[in-house]
Nanobody
Framework: VQFVESGGGLVQPGGSLRLSCEAS????????VGWFRQAPAKEREGVSY???????HYSDAVKGRFTISRDNDKYTGYLQMNSVIPEDTAVYYC?????????????????????WGQGTQVAVSS
């Protein structure tokens, strides 16, 4: 049971990247999929979440620029990053937690998630 992330790299300010995380050994159908990031010397922070029913939440830092999505048939979650800025530089992680339908996405915390990818580096620089 694992996540495999891909899509990170170096991008110029104003550019775009699409991160992917593919689940191996389990189906995403009944999980919340979340994206988190951690910059050097900072705590891991939630970026975006998507419920099993497709409800979405974004942090204020990325709202309007990032789009989360999922394709359960492909066991894959995505994070489309547009109009990136240097402050988006971080290691990005995807994660999953079982979706019982009883949690407000706005209240989720990294400790709620029990399945994690290995992380992919995103660097925004000219």
């Amino acid at each position: 049971v694992q996540f495999v992330e891909s899509g990170g790299g170096l991008v110029q300010p104003g550019g775009s990247l699409r991160l992917s995380c593919e689940a191996s050994g389990f189906s995403l159908d009944y999980y919340v999929v979340g994206w988190f990031r951690q910059a050097p010397a900072k705590e891991r922070e939630g970026v975006s979440y998507i419920s099993k029913d497709g409800d979405k939440h974004y942090s204020d830092a990325v709202k309007g620029r990032f789009t989360i999505s999922r394709d359960n048939d492909k066991y894959t979650g995505y994070l489309q990053m547009n109009s990136v800025i240097p402050e988006d530089t971080a290691v990005y992680y995807c994660a999953a937690m079982i979706d019982f339908g009883d949690r407000d996405l706005r209240t989720l915390h990294p400790s709620d998630f029990n399945l994690w990818g290995q992380g992919t580096q995103v660097a925004v620089s000219s």
